[in-house]
C-alpha cells in the first residue's frame, strides 16, 4: 500500500484515531494524577466530544479505509459511509451521557480512585463499537466485537460492591465466550465457503451459482448467534436480564443503548452488503440474494424477542430488570425495521434509535438517581415516589410513556415509523403483533406509574431533591423526548440522509 | 378564514391553565381552584363566542371552504427522495354542525365538572392539572381535521384519565384505572393500523401540483385521491375496506362502549370521582360516537351503508342489554353507568339510520345524554357525599329529608325516560323517527323501543327506592344543596329543560351538515358500488 492511500485511509478513521488517543491519555493522566483522579471524566468528554467532532466531519466524505481491488471490485476493511455516521454520533451521544452518569451516580463515585480504569474501559467499548460499526471485513468485525465485548465484561462487574456485580460479570462473559466461539465458527465455514473474509467480496460470490445452501445457512445462524447476542434478540437473550440487574446502572444504560446500537449497526451493515443483490431506486426495496432466507428467519426472531421481552417484563419486581426485558423488546420492534429489508424500514431504524437513546437512557437515570438514595431498584420502594419526589417521579413517567409509544412523546414517533414501514411493505399480521405487543408493554410500564403516584407511600419514603448538575441532566433527556414527540421533521430527515451504506 | 386562531385557544387554553397551576406555589390549593374555574368558564366563553359566529348553513363535513374558523399551518414537512415521497402533516383544525354540538358540550360539563371538584382535597394541585390536560385531549379530539392531529389528541387523555380514576378514586381504583387505560390503548392500535393504511392509500394534490401522501381527513373522504393500488382504495379488487372499517369501529365502540366492548366503563364509573365520571359520561364517551361520524362515515360510505343493520344491531343489544343490567343493580352509580350504555345505544340506532332525521337525533342525543349524565352523576355525587353509601336499598324518603335536591333528580330522571318537554325526549324520538323510516332497520327500531319502557322501569323503580316513601332514619341529618351545589344544578337543569322546548336551538346548528353527511354518504357508496361493480 502506497503512502497517500495510507494518508487518505487513516484521514478516514480519524475518530478511532480520536477514540484511541483518549485512551492512552486516560491511562497516562490515571498514572501521573496518582492521588486526585477528579481530571480523568473532563478529559473523557472533551475526547468524547472531539470525536464527534471528527465523525460530524465524516458526513462530507465516503469511502473506503485501507482499500483493497480486484477485477470485480472495489472494496475495504472499513467503510466509511452516513449510516455509519449516524450510528457513531449514537454511540458518542450516549457515551458523553453515560460519563455523566457516571458523575452522578454514588456507585461509581465510591471507586473514584479506580475511575482511570473505569474510563479506559469504556473508551475501550467506544473504541470497539465505532471499528464494528464500520467494519466490512469478517476479521476485523470479530476484533471489533471482542474488543467491545472483553471491556464491557470488566465493567458489568467493575464495581465490586455487591455480589451480583461479580454473578453479571461472569454470566456475561460465559456467555459471550460461547457466543463469539460459534460465531467465529461461522466465519470460518464462511470464509471455507466463500474464500474471503470481506463483505464484499463474499456479496459477488454469493450472487454467483454453486453455492452450497445448507453449509451457508449453518455459518449464516452460527454467525447471528453472535451478533444477536449483541443485540439480545431472543433466543440469545438470556444474558441480559441477569447482567443488566448485576451491572452498575450507568454501564446497564450504556450496553441497552450503545452497545445494542453497535450490535444492529452490525447487523444491517452485514446483511446490507452481503446479501443484497439490488436495491430499487424507486420503491427503496432491496433484493436479498436467494441462497438464503433472512426475512422468514428475522420476522421469527424479532416476534420472539419482543413477545418473550414484553411477557417476562410483567412479572419483574425489579426495575433494572425489567428495563432489561423491556430493552430486549425494543430490539424486536427495531428488528422489524429491518425485515421489511426497504430503505424506509431502515429510517424507522435509525428514527427509532435516536429516540430510544433518549428515552432509555432517561428512564436509567431516574432510577439510578433513585437508586443513589435508596440503595434499591425494587418496584415497592417506589411507592408514593410522585409525591415525596415530583420531579423525578414525572420525569419517569415521561419516559416510560415515551417507550411505551404513546403521542405526544418521542417513543410514538419511532412506533409509528416501524408500523409505517411494515404496513408498506404489506406486513400488516407482523404490525398487528408488534402493536398487541405495545398494549401488553403499556402493563408493566404503568406498573412502576402506579407505584409512583398509586400506592401509598412507607413511613420511611426517601425524599429525592436533585441537585442543580441531576436536573439539567435529566432535563436533557427529557426535552427531546417531548419535542421530537410534537416535531419531528430534523430527524427524519437526518435519517433520510443517513441510509446510505457503501456497496450495491 | 385566517383570522384569530380561536380554536386553538380553547384547545389549547387548559394547558396553559395547567402550567399557570404548575408554577403557583405550594399549599394554594384555592387559587389552584380558581385557576381551573377561570379556565373553564374563559373555554365556556369562547365556545359561545363561536355559537354566535358560526355560520348556520355551512356544510363542512367533506369540504374545506364550507368548514368554519378553519386554521391549517404545514407542521410537518419532510422533503421526498425517489423511494420516499414527501411526508406531511396539517396542524389543521375547523369545526362544522357536527363538531359544534361538541365543542359546546366539552366547554360546558368541563366548567361544571371543575365545580363538581371544588371538595377534591387530595393533591389538589396534581387533580387540577391531570383534569386541564384531559380538557385539551378532549376539546383537541372535537376540532381536528387531521388524522394524526385526532389519533394525538385521543391518546393525549389516557394517561389524565388514568391518573384521575387512578390517584383520585374509589376503593378499587388501581384496577378500574388499568382496565379503563389497556382497554382504550387496545382500540386505539386498530385507529392507528387504519390511519396508516389510508395514509398509504391515498393521496393529496397539494397547491403546486404534487401529489403527496396525507392524513388530512377531508382529503380522505374524497375517493377520487385514492390510488388503484391502495390496500384500502375502493378501485383495489383485493382491498382491505371492510376489514379496516371494522378494526376502526372496535377501535371507537370501545369508547363508547358498545356491547361487547363495555367491560370496563362500569368499574372506571364506580371508582371514579364524581367529576370524573361527569367528564368520562358527559364528553369521553361521545369521542367514540363522533369519531365514527366524523371519520369512519364520509371515509368508507360503502361499507357504513353495507354494514348499517349491524351497527343498529348493537345499537338494539347496547339500549336493551343496557337497561336489563341497569335493573339488576344495588349500587346507584353503577345503575346510572349501565343505563349511560343503554342510552348510547339510541346514537347508534340514530346513527344507524343513515337519515338526515336519525343522524340529527344521535348527535342530540350525544349532547342530551352528556348533560343529562352529567347531572344523574352529580346526583349520585350529591348524596354519596353526604351518606358515604350508595346502596340503593339503603335510602328511601330522601325526598323529605332534601325537597330541592330531590327537584332536581326529579328533572333529571324524567328526563332520562324521556319525558316529552324534557331533553332527552326529543333526541330519542327523532332517533326512533330516523330508524323507523328505514324499513332494513325498522325492526331493530320496534324492538328498541323496549329499552324505553325498561329505562322508565329502572329510573322510577330508583326514585321510588331512594327518594320516596318513608325516610330511612339514619339519614335525617343529611342537608339539602348548598350553594355550589345549585351552581352546579341550575345551568344543567335550564339546558334540559330548554333543549326540551326548544331543541331547534341545537338542531339548527347541526342540520345542514348532517344533511350534507347523508347525501355525502348515499353518493358515495352509490359511486363506490358502481366502481367495485366495474
Redesign the interface.
Known sequence: MDLTNLYTSLSYILPEIAVSAALILIVALDLIFNKDKRIIPYVALFGILLTIYFVIDQFRISGFAFPASDANNFYGMIAVDHFGAFFKIIILISSFFIVFFSLASEEIQKIQEKSGEYYALMFGMILGMLVMISASDLVLIYLSLELLSLSSYVLAGFTKLRDRNSEASLKYLIYGAVSSGLMLYGISILYGLTGSTNLYVINSVLQGPNINVFTLAFSLVLIFVGIGYKISAAPFHFWTPDVYEGAPIAITAFLSVASKAAGFALLIRFIRTTFVTLVDDTSGYWHLVNSFDWKTILVIISILTMTLGNFSALWQNNIKRMLAFSSIAHAGYMLLGLVVFSNQGLIAILVYFFFYMFMNLGAFLVVMLIANKSGSENVEDYNGLGYTSPFLAASLTIFLVALTGLPPTAGFIGKLYIFIALVDAQMIAVAVIALLNTVVSLYYYVRIIKHMYLSKAEANQITIVPDKFTFALVLALLIPVLVFGLYFTPIIDLAKNCITILGL | MMGFPILSLITFLPIIGMLVILFLPKNQDRLVKYTSLIVTAIQLVLAVVLLANFGYSSAGVSDQSTFQFVEKFR?????G????GT?KIDYFLGIDGISMPMILLTAFVSLIATISSWNINK?VK?FFMMFLLLDTGMMGVFVALDFFLF??FW??M??PM??LI??WGGPR??YA??KF??YT??GS?FI??VM??L??SAQETLANGTKVFTFNLLALMNQSNYLDSG?LSAANPHN?RLIAYIALFVGFAIKIPMFPFHTWLPDAHVEAPTPISVILAGVLLKMGTYGIIRISYPIFPDITRDLMWYIGLFGMINIIYGALVAMAQKDFKKLIAYSSISHMGYVLLGMASLTTIGINGAILQMFNHGTITAMLFLIVGVLYDRAHTRGLDDFGGIGVQMPVYTGFVTVAFFAAIGLPSLSGFVSEALVFLGAFSVSSIRIIAIISTLGILLGAGYMLWTLQRVYLGQLNEKWNTLSDLDAREYVMFIPLTIVIIFLGIYPSAMLDIMNTSVNTLVNFIANNANSISLLSGL
Open positions: 407542521w410537518i414537512q419532510i422533503d427522495v425517489s423511494w420516499l411526508v393533591s396534581g389519533y394525538v391518546e393525549l389516557l394517561l388514568y391518573f387512578g390517584i381504583k388501581e384505572a388499568i387505560f389497556i390503548l387496545f392500535i392507528l393500523l396508516i393504511g395514509y398509504f390496500i382491505l
